[in-house]
Each structure stands twice: as C-alpha cells, then as structure tokens.
C-alpha cells in the first residue's frame, strides 16, 4: 500500500506529487529530500533507497536523474515498491519518448492520467504500458532529445543500460507519425553489462557478465514472435563449481548461470529448439536476463605502470589494448586512475598521431582521467604522465595510486556470444516487412585492473 | 470506461455528505459489465468504508466482494476484491466476530486452491498480493506443501524481484519444518537471487541483496564457495557495498579467507574513505572468528605502514582487539606501533588503543613511557574523555611496570586528571560505568540469534532492509544498551577495575596523593608503595558497588551530576506582530513534530479561545490564531523568564483526527528542546479537569 508518490528534480522541486490515502503529511516531499541531501554528513555516504523517517518509510529510485519517491506507514515488501517505481520511470519513459524534468514537465497531465492508473488508493493496478494505453486519452508533448542537458557521468551509471543512440527509440508508443500512419518497427537490443577486475599481474580475478534481451515493440496488432537463441546454449553448470575455469576454455558451448524472463514469455519450445515464444505488448521490457560466470575474452587489455623519477617527480605509463575483431570499434572510451593525494601537477604525452583523445586531472579528487573517442578493434593505445607531488612520497606509490577502472561501449559486439538466430513475427503483413532491428551492445560495468 | 472513471472520481472525494450519493452507483459497479468498473468499484468500496464504515457495511458490500473475487472472470477485480477484503476485515477484526471468521476462510483451502490455480492470469503485482496470503496458509499434508511448490516454481525465474522474494518466503517458511528440504530450497534459490542482484538498478539490487544478506546470516555455510559474488565493483553505491562486506564477512571460512582478505585489503588500500574503513573493520572481523590468524596480523600491520592516518586510526582499533584475544601475537604487533608517530593520529578511539597497547606492553617497548609523558604533556588540547581515561590508566600500569622511568608523569598525569575531574565528571562517569566496547564483536552474534528469527518470519517486508523487527524497532535500542552493559561487565572486569581505580582516585582518595607525589619529586620507594595501595581500595569499593547496584550505579556517579536548570518562561512576555513575522522568517526550524491530542483535549476545542486561555495559564501566549472545526492554527509565542529570549510556535490541530503538529522556531536554539517538552505537556493538560 503506498501512500504517496512523487517525483523530485536534482534541486528538490515538485515536479509530480499524487497523494493516494491521506496518511502521511504533506511536507513529506520536502522532509525526504531534506534526508537525502544530507546524509552524507553523517558520514554515510550515500541515502539508501529506503529508510524511515518518524514513522514513515521513503523509498526512491534514481533514474535520469530524477528522483521518483514513494512513502507508506506500511511494513510492504520494498522490493515491490523499488520495483514498482522503476516500473513507473519505465512506462513514463514509454510515452513521453524521452524521460527528463522538461518532458515530466510538460506533459504532467498525461502523467497524471498514468498515475491514476497505475495505482489506486495505494494498490498497484496496472504497469503494462499496453494495458495503460486505453486509459490515456493525452497526446504527449514531443521534448527534443537532442536538446537534452547534459548529464554527469555518475547519471551514466544510474541509468544503466538505456542510451542507446537512434532517435526511434525516443519515439512515444502512442505518438503519432507526422505522416498519420505509424512505421511497423522491432527493436530488440542484446545488452550486456561485463564485469572484470585483474590482478596486478594481469590474471582475470573475477569476471561476470549481466546480460539482458531488450525488446521495443512498435507492430501493430500483436503478432507472436519467435526468437531463437543459439543452440549451444545452456544453462545451470550442474555440481560444477561456478568458478571453475579449467573446464570450457574459450570455444563450445555458451553457458548462462541462470536467468529470468518477462512474464509474456512462453518457454514451451524453449528445451528443445531454444527458442522463445512471446506476444510483446507495447513499449519497452526486457525479454530476459540472465547472468553469465563463464570464461570469456574480455576485450580490453590494461597495462598501467608507475614509477618513480627522482624525489618528488614520478611517471605513469597507461596502456590499453583492445582484443577484438578490426571490424568493431569501441565508443567513449574513459580510463580513470586515482593518484596519490599529494600529487600536484600532472604533464601528459599522448602518442604521436593521437587523434580524438582527451586528457584531464582533476584536482579535487586527484584522478587522471583519459577519454578516447573511438578505439579500433586490435590496437593498442598508450598515454605517459608525468607526476610532480608536493611532498616526497612514502616510498610505495604503487600502494597511493590506482586501481585503474574502465568504461566503454562496444556496440556489435557480445562477449558472450549469445546470439539471436533468427527472428521471426508470426503475421506477415501484405503490404510490407516490418522493420526488424537486431543490435548487440557492450558495455562496461566495473572494468577494473589493479596495479 | 468513463462510467470507471467518474466512479473513481466520486469514491476519490473524501466528504462525508456525499456518501449517501455513493452506494448507489457502487453497488451498480461492482454488478457492471465491463472488468474496468467492476475494478474501480471494487477499491471504491474501500475507499466508502474509510470515510464511512457504517454506510459500507450496511449496505452489505464485503459479502458482495467476497463473490465477486471468487466467481468474477477478470483477474484484475479478483485482485483488487481481495486487498479491499483483506484491508476491510483486519481493521473490523478486532470488533466483530464475524470478521475475523470471515478473515480465516480467505486462508482456508478451497480460496487458496482458486487463487493459486488462477496465478498467471494474475498480473505481476496480483501475484505478489496472492503470494502474501498464500504465506499465511498452512497445508495440512506435505504432499500440499509439494504440489504449491511445483506449481509456483516458474515463478522464481520473473523478472520481477518483487514476485521472486515473495515466492522465496512462500517456500522458506513452508519447508520449515522440514529441514533437509529447507536446504535444497536454499540451495534453488541461490541463483536466481544472484541474477536478481546484478540485473536491476542499484536500488532494486540494494533490496534483493538485503535479504540475501539476511539468508547469508543464516546459512552462511551455503554461500562460502559463492564469495566471489560478494566482492564489490568500484561503481557501486555505499549502501551496496556495505551490504557486501558484511556478507564477505560471514561467510569467510577456513577455504576462502585467504582470498577474501587479500579482497579486503585491495578495498583497504581504496580512495574511498569510508569504504576503506569499512573493510579494515571486516578484516578485523574475519581475524576474531579465528580462521587464518597468522596472514591478517602480517596484513594489518602492512596497513599501518601504509601511512594513511585513516588507515592507520582503524587498523590501530583493531590490533588492540586482536591483542586482547590472541596475546601471542604481542611480539610482532608490538615491534609496528612501536614505530607509529602519535602526531599522525587524530582520532580519539585510535589514539585511545594506542594508549592502551603502550601501557598495556610498556615493558617490551622501550619508550613508552617516554610517548605517554609527551603525551600527558599535551593533556589539554586532548578533549575526547575516553583518550583522557586510557592515558591515566596506561601511565598508571607503566608505572608499576616500570617506576623510576614513569613517576614524573605519573604524577603529572594525575595532576592533570584531577583539575579536569571537575569538568569533565559527568563524561568521564559515563566512561567508566560503559567503557568502550573492546572486542565486542566476539560476542556481538550471540544477542541478535532472537531478532534474527523475528526477521526472517517478515521476509520479504521492510524488516529485512532495516534489518530490524517490525515490534522490535523502538524497543531494540534500549535492549541493545543493557545488553551492553551487561556484556561489559562479564567481559573485562579486570580492565575496568584498572580504569576505575585512577579515576576514583580522584574523587575520594587522591588529594593527598597529589600532594604527595607532587611534593616529593625524588620520590622514595615507600612513596610508590602508598600509590600502590590507595588505588585497590577504590577498586574494591566498585566493586561492591557492581554487586549492589548491578555496575549502573557507581561511587562517582554519587557526585551531584548537574543538570540543565528548568526552564522558565516569563508570565508576562509581550511580543507584537510585527516582530513576530519578522521573527518567523529569520529564525530556522529548530523541532518540527506531531503530537496526538487527548480526547478530553479535542472535545474541549471547540472555539480557538477556550485552548489560547488554557496556554495563557502556561506562559505561552497566542498571537493569531484561525481556522474552522476541524482544522485549527494558532501562532504562540513565550519569552523566557530571565532573559529576552523568545520562542515561535505554529501550531496546526486537526480535530478529526486528534492530530497536532507543532513547528518551534526559538532565539536560542539550545533550549528548544526544552520548551518543546514544555509546549508538549502543557498541551496534553488541555481538557482536562
């Protein structure tokens, strides 16, 4: 049961506020962000998604940004209500095209219209954006994304997987096509997010790859589809331990750990021919996720060296090399290092002919900070620093500095090698094919070496 | 459609005139053709029973839900039928019988069965609600528990974590009693959990991954081998991270601790500040549940040398807690802290441990008494009592180790500790009845076994995430404290009666002492003797005192602890409104709370005078006030009595309700606190005869 719900610009402004049961005062907008802003005085980093405050429980999700709230008095499952909140972002999102404060803005009343649906008098009714749509009678109010403020890298994080460029994505599921007729388009996007840290002596500590099947439907009458997956696929390593590298090495079979799937999927066919069955209703949703501890390649090598050059002067040579086929090409390449605290001033030497390539340090919290626009399949790439620290250091700068982390994206290219044979829409339209777009995405979560 | 939405309108009013209006078209709802209404009308009923429980049950609606959940076709209805009904008989529950029998047939089986049966019509959130009340539902055979458990194992691979976790819960608490079943459920539900946590956004991962913390505490035999799924990523927030390193923690044994500390010490050595901290504390953890000993000692001691002064502070803590528990270790530790600045420590529990080990090993470190007399020399600019305490304390036992080197500081120390005895009394009082907990975490798993199982039957709630019971949430505090002391008392009886003795010292005995030692500063033998003597009296006395008065009260805390003086407020203050205004815009909120009001109080404001006179004869007085039954607002005012020091009220009571809420701004924020409790209880004697 959820009392209210609101959502809070980066400055604590009302941009939504629904008051569902009357039980928790109407200040309580401003007493959560009050919390929020300041917890990290209290030393504890970050607020928590959920807490409690007199009596009343705050739950929020970032997203975009934004900060959806919800509070009750009731002891709920809070996985229902963070679950719930990303839900709302996510059917916002579905008809507004682009989820920001601006859209928020301007398109409060269809937010509103949704609101009303989605919860009434504190019970969850509906978040099927499909379902949702009877329901709505508002045209939304079309925002530029291009005209899109830019964000901090941390909301990079926070948003996760959806920056995908294109400008159909952004498209409302109920907008209409200037042309009066909407384009049969598909959008399905393998997405997977891989974790790697290396030790120090550039051995592969832990590896993990979250993956999930995004699927965007803009067809008209719901057809079924079919999506096959590779044949090799398996998943649950049996008695093995899941840590066990000695087993498949590199070729064969794709293993999954485990995964999940979206309630509309039929895995009736699924053991046998590993396909998927599924009616998409509208909008955006993940077919299926699933997590994968498998060996794999992973497609960055990093070298980072420091060493001392006289008393207070040191140098740090980067090295990145990308492992994957010369046809992808890595985007928005980022490799950040924390430096010594004591570091004042940092020269930096790119290799002849660098083009694309950015340099930083960011004085407040000691961090390098090199940023490459494009990185082509089997090419390495190096960057020299040269520190100068205002006091002599304590003997093991290796111990002050580091670890080096990463982030990137790689489209066309799975590091799983989960792929999806085929797909296929079950009505085939007589005039025209609908548009089938089948992408595959890398992206780094945590890609960290230690040096 | 629109016959929905002009019923949700209508229910959405919350005036109680219009409620004659309402069961008409409700009762047509809940009859109406389309799923759409009948699903509105079903919440509209409970919406009809909060603002009026009598028009609801009138006119018979409950019994009209309860066959619409069980016969109508939409899945939808059904659901939103159910949490009206489970809504409506557990507030009815405690007055009528009938209620509470008709609250147990939604449990019986022929309902469960139904709704089980109808599960994936359900929509995601529909299921969750079923899977809560199927909870509650106990099959008579094991075969049942079986059967509900195959139909709902699909459900474990949602999407929805909601769905997973109640899922979880369902089958945990059905295997209960079947322990070997219980394990294979745990071991089935290992998985998905771990794919829940690394698929969602943090905040859905944070959630996932407290109760996962919560099965880990419970079975952490099960997830020793899955640690490497505990290790922290370098983008992920506070709150996940610590979640995380309390669960590598646990689940460290003889196999992985290796491994698991050489993690922690890679985080140890990370930028960021707390995180750092919090690993250190973990290492420190892992080293007191007795795997490994021999590694971590080497490795903390490595981060001593690190130089990094937050590094250090903690690693300092925890090598004293690992001295007290493994004395054998003395040697190596010694040799390390014997080499660390005390310049480069600042904060006060790692200078405190400090202290302590260099009185504690004076006789194996050759300076020590040299540190402490440097030490003592800064006695003034130490402000932290605790620091204080252990510095006389550990000047005290180097002395007996090792007299001619220790005198002058002793003395000194006691010189210092005496003059600072009369500030510092009610502090230092404290620190002696509750030192510090020293190696606490040894005993810390053995009180919380209880809140553990109080959690674990509110899976799936809030309880999990704050890691308390739901009764349990004000009450904990206080058990929390006594369970303390307690714990204290058994635990080093030894050391508080060595802490005590110099501090009782200077209370009872120590006066001569001072002179003494002061006096004579190439102090004879017989001197050292008498220093000797006096403090085991004290010590003896304490102790008598643990046995009279169960340690919480002490020989020091007879001193006369002084008290904040009440506050008075000037009978006769005067304030216009224009400074009062101006007054409410500059001055912050100093307390901002919500009282309910006594019933006598409620019935008594009937007109906003009858309550201004009542506050007159408080002191308080009422500069404007407004407002209508229900809802009334005053602005009060007071002044202290000795000083021109005002404080602001606005204060909003809602008659309906018997809600108060009061907003406190004051000229001098320190005493609003008071005034606070004093506008409080002047307010509950409102009404009263």
């Not at chain 1, 100068?388 to 090698?417: C, D, K, L, W």
């Not at chain 2, 290992?190 to 109760?211: D, F, I, M, N, R």
């Not at chain 2, 202290?355 to 030490?375: K, N, R």
């Not at chain 2, 201004?612 to 009334?632: E, T, V």
């Amino acid at each position: 049961m959820i009392s209210q719900f609101f959502v809070l610009s980066q400055r604590g402004d009302n941009i939504v506020f629904r008051d569902y049961r009357g039980e928790v005062q109407k200040g309580s907008a401003e007493i959560f962000f009050r919390k929020v802003k300041f917890w990290k005085e209290d030393g504890e980093g970050e607020a928590p998604p959920v807490f409690n405050v007199d009596g009343v429980n705050y739950f929020h999700v970032k997203v975009a940004g934004l900060l959806f709230v919800a509070t009750t008095r009731v002891n709920v499952s809070p996985s229902l209500v963070l679950e719930l909140l990303q839900r709302i972002a996510r059917v916002s999102k579905d008809y507004l095209g682009v989820l920001n404060e601006d859209s928020l803005r301007k398109n409060f009343v269809l937010v509103y219209e949704l609101l009303d649906e989605v919860i009434d008098f504190g019970y969850v009714q509906t978040t099927s954006t499909e379902v949702l749509k009877s329901c709505v009678f508002n045209e939304p109010i079309v925002v530029d994304a291009a005209r899109l403020p830019p964000l901090g890298p941390a909301s990079i994080f926070m948003q996760g997987t959806k920056r995908m460029p294109g400008t159909a994505v952004t498209k409302s599921v109920i907008a209409n096509e200037p042309g009066g007729r909407t384009r049969e388009e598909i959008f399905v996007d393998i997405i997977e997010k891989i974790s790697v840290t290396f030790s120090s002596s550039g051995y592969i500590l832990t590896s993990e790859i979250d993956g999930t099947i995004q699927m965007k439907s803009y067809l008209t009458g719901n057809p079924e589809i079919r999506l096959a997956l590779n044949d090799d696929l398996s998943i649950g390593r049996g008695g093995r331990s899941i840590y066990d590298y000695s087993g498949s090495s590199g070729s064969g079979a794709v293993i999954l750990d485990d995964c999940n799937f979206h309630e509309s999927v039929h895995l009736d066919s699924f053991d046998v021919d590993r396909t998927l069955t599924l009616v998409p209703s509208d909008g955006e949703f993940s077919v299926m996720n699933y997590r994968m501890t498998q060996e794999f390649k992973p497609p960055f090598r990093i070298n980072a060296l420091i060493e001392e050059a006289g008393t207070l002067k040191a140098e740090v040579i980067l090295k990145v090399r990308a492992e994957f086929p010369s046809s992808v090409t890595a985007n928005t390449v980022q490799v950040q290092i924390p430096l010594p605290t004591y570091t004042t001033r940092v020269s930096f030497e790119l290799e002849p002919g660098a083009v694309g390539q950015t340099t930083d340090f960011k004085e407040t919290n000691k961090r390098l900070e090199w940023g490459l626009k494009k990185i082509v399949g089997g090419s390495e790439h190096t960057l020299r620093a040269r520190l100068t620290f205002s006091q002599e250091s304590h003997g093991n700068i290796t111990r002050e500095a580091g670890p080096v982390s990463m982030t990137f994206t790689i489209p066309m290219y799975n590091a799983s090698r989960l792929q999806v044979k085929y797909l296929q829409i079950a009505k085939k339209s007589k005039t025209h094919n609908p548009y089938r777009w089948v992408r595959y995405v890398t992206q780094a979560n945590s890609y960290v070496a230690r040096i | 459609m629109i016959r929905g939405l002009a019923l949700r309108s209508l229910c959405s009013l919350r005036v109680a005139n219009l409620v004659e209006y309402l069961v008409g078209p409700l009762g047509l709802g809940l009859k109406d053709s389309n799923s759409y209404v009948r699903m509105v009308a079903a919440i509209g009923v409970l919406k009809l029973y909060h603002i009026s429980v009598s028009t609801c049950v009138d006119a018979d609606f409950p019994a009209m839900l309860k066959h619409l959940m069980l016969h109508d076709p939409d899945a939808q209805v059904v659901a939103n039928c159910l949490s009206a009904l489970q809504e409506i008989w557990s507030l009815e529950a405690s007055s009528s019988e009938e209620a509470s029998r008709d609250r147990e047939t939604l449990l019986s089986k022929p309902v469960i069965y139904y709704l089980l049966n109808r599960m994936k019509e359900f929509s995601e959130w529909a299921q969750c609600l079923v899977l809560e009340l199927v909870v509650k539902y106990v099959p008579s055979e094991s075969s049942e528990i079986f059967d509900i458990m195959n139909l709902l194992e699909d459900r474990l691979q949602h999407a929805n974590g909601a769905v997973v976790l109640a899922t979880i819960k369902l089958f945990l608490q059905l295997t209960l009693s079947m322990t070997d079943v219980h394990q294979q459920v745990y071991e089935r539900i290992k998985a998905p959990l771990l794919t829940l946590v690394s698929s969602g956004s943090p905040e859905q991962s944070y959630a996932v991954l407290s109760h996962l913390h919560l099965l880990v505490m419970r079975a952490p035999m099960l997830f020793s081998s899955d640690y490497k799924h505990f290790y922290c990523q370098y983008n992920e927030p506070f709150y996940v991270k610590k979640l995380k390193l309390e669960m590598l923690t646990a689940v460290a044994n003889e196999s992985n601790t290796y491994e698991i500390v050489t993690e922690l010490c890679e985080y140890a050595a990370n930028v960021d500040i707390p995180i750092a901290r919090e690993s250190i504390r973990a290492v420190g953890k892992i080293a007191l549940q007795q795997y490994d000993v021999n590694a971590i000692v080497d490795r903390l001691l490595q981060f001593l040398e690190m130089e990094k002064d937050y590094v250090t502070a903690e690693t300092l803590v925890l090598v004293k807690d690992l001295l007290r528990k493994y004395p054998q270790w003395s040697h190596d530790c010694i040799a390390v802290v014997g080499n660390i600045s005390t310049k480069n420590i600042q904060e006060p529990k790692a200078k405190a441990a400090l202290i302590w080990m260099l009185g504690e090993y004076s006789q194996d470190m050759h300076d020590a008494p040299y540190i402490l007399e440097s030490l003592i020399d800064n006695w003034d600019d130490e402000h932290s009592a605790e620091v204080r305490l252990h510095l006389l304390t550990a000047v005290l036992k180097c002395f007996f180790k090792r007299p001619p080197e220790t005198q002058k500081a002793l003395g000194a120390a006691l010189a210092a500790g005496l003059v600072d005895f009369h500030q510092y009394n009610v502090s230092v009082a404290e620190r002696v009845v509750n030192p510090p907990k020293q190696a606490v975490s040894v005993f810390a798993d053995t009180q919380n076994s209880e809140i553990k199982d109080r959690i674990f039957d509110e899976f799936n709630t809030l309880s999990v995430v704050y890691q308390k019971g739901q009764n349990l949430q004000i009450t904990l505090f206080q058990l929390r404290g006594l369970e303390a002391n307690d714990k204290d008392l058994l635990l080093g009886t030894s050391e508080k009666e060595e802490s005590r003795g110099p501090i009782n010292n200077g209370s009872e005995y120590s006066a001569p002492m001072y002179d003494g030692s002061s006096v004579s500063m190439a102090a004879s033998q017989t001197q050292a003797e008498l220093t000797i003597s006096n403090p085991t009296l004290p010590a003896h006395a304490s102790s008598l005192a643990i046995d009279d008065l169960l340690g919480l009260g002490l020989p020091v805390a007879s001193t006369p602890v002084p008290s904040p003086p009440p506050l008075k407020l000037n009978a006769k203050a005067g304030l216009d409104p224009g400074t009062f205004q101006q007054k409410w815009r500059q001055l912050p909120i100093a307390s901002s709370q919500e009282y309910s009001l006594s019933p006598q109080g409620v019935v008594a404001l009937t007109a906003p005078q009858a309550l201004l006179r009542h506050m007159q004869g408080h002191s308080i007085h009422c500069i404007a006030s407004g407002g209508k039954s229900p809802n009334f607002k005053f602005f009060f005012f007071a002044q202290k009595a000795e000083e021109s020091s005002t404080f602001l009220v606005e204060c909003i009571i809602n008659t309906s309700s018997s809600k108060s809420q009061i907003k406190i701004k004051a000229d001098d924020q320190s005493t609003s606190q008071a005034f606070s409790d004093l506008f409080q209880s002047a307010l509950s004697k409102f009404g009263m005869p």
